[in-house]
T-cell receptor
């Protein structure tokens, strides 16, 4: 299964915006793009997802390129509690013989400096 | 709403021993997933259940791993016999909508095989 590509790590300053990039050049037309984050010693937590249009929710914004080969997760004001590993994920739809899947890549470890 | 419960949180065994992990999903969630997360990597799907039936177990090493969800609620994952390379965090997730595929994860069980 083709995975997404992200930088291994990024740094941010507290209360500044953070843009986390992701490449998914082999994504199929029906795959959704999901973002989850994982805090130390916890399971992944859903952040946001989208297909073609940009999406906003209370946690973040998701900007998807017109050709869908890349996307960017935007945290508008980083806090210390946002320090985590952020995963950009291909989410496949269920088919007649297989369930829908989340295909995780390596993730980006975000550190936030006070 | 209670989250996904997993136990134990930690387990240390010697190679060739057996081990079992337990998961109780969010009430009413029909879809349950088991993932393996090796240190420094993203989670990898092992098996997916829809109610008490297996939807996808293509990545489950069936010579040593088994899983069941007999009554369509809680689930157990077993490894018998364990190998050194099974050292990982085993995550359980559940979802109410396999099309939207928003998954809720437990905190995981950290397994160390010595």
């Amino acid at each position: 299964d083709a995975k997404t590509t992200q930088p291994n790590s990024m740094e941010s300053n507290e209360e500044e915006p953070v843009h986390l990039p992701c490449n998914h050049s082999t994504i199929s037309g029906t795959d959704y793009i999901h973002w989850y984050r994982q805090l130390p010693s916890q399971g992944p937590e859903y952040v946001i997802h989208g297909l073609t249009s940009n999406v906003n929710n209370r946690m973040a914004s998701l900007a998807i390129a017109e050709d869908r080969k890349s996307s960017t997760l935007i945290l508008h004001r980083a806090t210390l509690r946002d320090a985590a590993v952020y995963y950009c994920i291909r989410a496949t739809l269920p088919t007649y013989n297989q369930g829908g899947k989340l295909i995780f890549g390596q993730g980006t470890e975000l550190s936030v400096k006070p | 709403e209670a989250g996904v419960a997993q136990s134990p949180r930690y387990k240390i065994i010697e190679k060739r021993q057996s081990v079992a992990f337990w998961c109780n999903p969010i009430s009413g969630h029909a879809t349950l997933y088991w993932y393996q997360q090796i240190l420094g990597q993203g989670p990898k799907l092992l098996i997916q259940f829809q109610n008490n039936g297996v939807v996808d177990d293509s990545q489950l090493p069936k010579d040593r791993f088994s899983a069941e969800r007999l009554k369509g609620v809680d689930s157990t994952l077993k490894i018998q016999p364990a190998k050194l390379e099974d050292s990982a965090v085993y995550l359980c997730a559940s979802s109410s909508d396999s099309f939207k595929n928003i998954q809720y994860f437990g905190a995981g069980t950290r397994l160390s095989v010595l």
